[in-house]
């Protein structure tokens, strides 16, 4: 069984530019969380999706940020423009069901962005 | 709604015992603990959704007291492979379809 997949593990992306992170979440999990974590710091909520659906983005950035979850492929975070203060390592969790009740989300390994 | 941990960091010898801790401000209906090591994903321990429930694996254990609103992750003769940084996760207040992650505790083990 393969786990939670994140692509690419490591970004190098110049100001102004576009970043795009995929998340393949576990087999038969439909629903998926993405974090940010800054250097030597704790996980931050950014969004919960559900296939075609977004649920919860109240930890995204008003502009600039974008998630969603296709019906068919990967769930997809979008950073426009970036920016030096969006370097950090972001992860994306799956669950089966509903992460507060099951009580385990399954991490992937990360995507590490650096703007230069 | 950010939970509170602490300590912040701790440094033990190998034998040792740890505790660490996580409170709310607000209600607690269920309390979820995850230890990252560096460079890797966070992997769940446990979780705990009765007040004064305890659970445990191996020798890392945990409590939850609802009433006052915090949970207790216990480290019991500490091996190397448990260092690491160990967050508590709770529901979000607004929508407890999020879990939010305290600011973790770095846990060191040194031979």
């Known amino acids: 069984n393969a786990g939670v997949m994140q692509n690419p593990r490591h970004l190098v992306r110049r100001r102004g530019q576009e970043a795009r992170l995929r998340c393949s979440p576990m087999k038969g999990h439909s629903h998926v969380y993405w974090y940010r974590q800054l250097p030597e710091e704790g996980l931050k909520f950014m969004v919960y999706?559900?296939?075609?659906?977004?649920?919860?983005e109240s930890g995204m950035p008003k502009e600039r940020f974008s998630a969603e979850f296709p019906k068919e492929g990967p769930s997809i975070l979008r950073i426009q423009q970036v920016v030096r203060g969006d370097s950090a390592a972001y992860f994306c969790?799956?669950?089966?069901?509903?992460?507060?009740?099951?009580?385990?989300?399954?991490f992937g390994e990360g995507s590490r962005l650096t703007v230069l | 709604q950010q939970p509170v941990q602490s300590p912040q960091a701790v440094i033990l010898r190998e034998g040792e015992d740890a505790v660490i801790n996580c409170s709310s401000s607000?209600?607690?209906?269920?309390v979820h603990w995850y230890r990252q090591k560096h460079g890797e994903a966070p992997v769940f321990l446990m979780i705990l959704l009765k007040g004064g429930e305890q659970k445990g694996h191996d020798k890392i254990s945990a409590s939850f007291n609802e009433k006052k609103q915090q949970s207790s992750l216990y480290l019991t003769a500490s091996q190397l492979s448990y260092s690491g940084t160990y967050f508590c996760?709770?529901?979000?207040?607004?929508?407890?379809?999020?879990?939010?992650f305290g600011s973790g505790t770095r846990l060191s083990i040194r031979p």
């Open positions: 607000k209600a607690l209906y269920s």
């Open positions: 999706l559900q296939k075609e659906n977004i649920i919860d």
């Open positions: 969790a799956s669950s089966p069901q509903q992460g507060t009740n099951t009580g385990e989300l399954f």
């Open positions: 996760g709770v529901p979000g207040y607004s929508s407890a379809s999020k879990i939010i």
